[in-house]
């Protein structure tokens, strides 16, 4: 069993928006840190983003940075990766992960610290 679900991936136009979301199954979101990360044809996974397992810290790469925004719901065990004027450089498969840390850390965007993943879901920026 897939111990996290991401949805809301598909084709958007240039400056378009989408949301994704990440649910959980099986654990509680509450004490990890959540990192999104995305992977393009014949390109590296990439670390788009984090939110710390407190929600108060997160971390963008640049190229998202007053675009992306990500929130989490633990009432709903989900969380919510908002994305706002896409283009077509961020068409790739996201993926959400999970990183248990009771401890109040700041998250990194780092792929290899992750042990949680999802399947990924397809996000084309498209005319």
């Known amino acids: 069993q897939v111990p996290l679900v991401e949805s809301g991936g598909g084709l958007v136009q240039p400056g378009g928006s989408l949301r994704l979301s990440c649910a959980a199954s099986?654990?509680?979101?509450?004490?990890?840190?959540i990192g999104w990360f995305r992977q393009a044809p014949g390109k590296e996974r990439e670390g788009v983003l984090c939110?710390?397992?407190?929600?108060?810290?997160?971390s963008y790469v640049d190229s998202v940075k007053g675009r992306f925004a990500t929130s989490r719901d633990n009432a709903k065990n989900t969380v919510y990766l908002q994305m706002n004027s896409l283009t077509s450089e961020d068409t790739a498969v996201y993926y959400c992960?999970?990183?248990?840390?009771?401890?109040?850390?700041?998250?990194?965007?780092?792929?290899?610290?992750?042990?949680?993943w999802g399947q990924g879901t397809q996000v084309t920026v498209s005319s």
């Open positions: 992960a999970a990183l248990f840390d009771p401890y109040g850390s700041n998250c990194r965007r780092a792929v290899n610290e992750y042990n949680y």
């Open positions: 099986g654990f509680t979101l509450d004490y990890y840190h």
């Open positions: 939110i710390s397992s407190s929600g108060r810290s997160a």
